[in-house]
């Protein structure tokens, strides 16, 4: 039951934030978005892990974590081989 009353106030937050015309307004909500992601972060990834144990990828995080290594080498290699045609 937590969990369905947090995701609902992140929905609501990241509603709010898209819905407010405001650029101070949408500052403070990131910015409390990102406040509620890092004091809840453990729970998090408890809860990422157990999904990932659902699924039966156990080393879902350090999977992830090497796929996203591997596009931003090749993206800052791109990004090197751009430059240096010039």
Same mark, same amino acid.
């Given at each position: 039951?937590?969990?369905? #009353?947090?995701?609902?106030?992140? *929905? @609501? !937050?990241?509603? +709010?934030? $898209?819905? /407010?015309?405001? %650029? #101070?307004?949408?500052?403070?909500? *990131? @910015? !409390?978005?990102? +406040?509620? $992601?890092? /004091?809840?972060? %453990?729970?998090?990834?408890?809860?990422?892990?157990?999904?990932?144990?659902?699924?039966?990828?156990?080393?879902?995080?350090?999977?992830?974590?090497?796929?996203?290594?591997?596009?931003?080498?090749?993206?800052?290699?791109?990004?090197?081989?751009?430059?240096?045609?010039?």
């Amino acid at each position: 039951m937590e969990q369905l #009353i947090a995701l609902a106030i992140v *929905i @609501l !937050l990241i509603v +709010f934030i $898209v819905k /407010v015309g405001s %650029a #101070i307004w949408r500052l403070l909500g *990131i @910015l !409390l978005l990102a +406040f509620l $992601v890092w /004091v809840f972060r %453990a729970e998090i990834m408890a809860q990422i892990n157990e999904w990932a144990r659902m699924i039966g990828s156990e080393n879902f995080l350090e999977d992830a974590k090497q796929f996203i290594l591997t596009i931003w080498d090749m993206l800052v290699q791109w990004f090197g081989d751009f430059i240096n045609q010039f």
